[in-house]
């Protein structure tokens, strides 16, 4: 996170319910315009947006 959103702090929390599993994470960072991310970064990788696809396939 501190590498692409500044953030010097973090906190990350696991739930867990009957039929689910949350992950939630908080930082300090500057964040994002999730439009801005769809392409590939230069170095090939897709971050949140392959995360997204991986975890909730259409």
């Known amino acids: 996170m501190k590498l692409h959103s500044g ?3 973090a906190t990350i929390a696991i739930g867990f319910l009957q039929d689910t599993v949350t992950l939630d994470i908080h930082d300090n960072g500057w964040g ?3 439009e801005q991310i ?5 170095s ?3 971050g949140l947006p ?4 991986y975890l909730c396939p259409s």
């Open 38 to 42: 769809m392409l590939p970064s230069e």
């Open 32 to 34: 994002f315009d999730p």
């Open 50 to 53: 392959g995360i997204d696809r």
């Open 44 to 46: 090939g990788g897709y």
């Open 7 to 9: 953030a010097e702090q």
